[in-house]
């Protein structure tokens, strides 16, 4: 049984920052890619930053710059680092595990809500203006 437990939401000024964690069980966690999405209110559910198995990071235009992934396969866990956080940023924010082990990189897959099977619970980031 996967499981995915996220942390560290919560509110902040525009301006700020947060740092998102991810603590993953019940797969060989350093096997698979690892993606962040967020939905906000009446919104679909978009891509926000990915992590392929092998370390290689994408991320959307809205928020290149701003926000960086990481993982530490030593704790299980994937990381979002949130700078320079918008209003428009608020949203409820889910890490999620690739369903492909060892996926070949190419730039396209770890964006796509589909390519995932194992989805945290989210949790809420609120930026106040």
């Known amino acids: 049984q996967v499981q995915l437990v996220e942390s560290g939401g919560g509110l902040v000024q525009a301006g700020g920052s947060l740092r998102l964690s991810c603590a993953a069980s019940?797969?060989?966690?350093?096997?698979?890619?690892m993606g962040w999405f967020r939905q906000a209110p009446g919104k679909e559910r978009e891509f926000v930053a990915a992590?392929?198995?092998?370390?290689?990071?994408y991320y959307p235009d809205s928020v290149k710059g701003r926000f960086t992934i990481s993982r530490d396969n030593g704790k299980n866990t994937v990381y979002l680092q949130m700078n320079s956080l918008k209003p428009e940023d608020t949203a409820v924010y889910y890490c999620?595990?690739?369903?492909?082990?060892?996926?070949?990189?190419?730039?396209?897959?770890?964006?796509?809500?589909?390519?995932?099977?194992?989805w945290g619970q989210g949790t809420q980031v609120t930026v106040s203006s």
């Open positions: 019940g797969r060989r966690f350093s096997r698979y890619g």
């Open positions: 999620a595990s690739d369903r492909t082990e060892r996926r070949a990189a190419d730039g396209v897959s770890l964006k796509r809500v589909y390519e995932y099977d194992y």
């Open positions: 992590i392929t198995w092998s370390g290689g990071a």
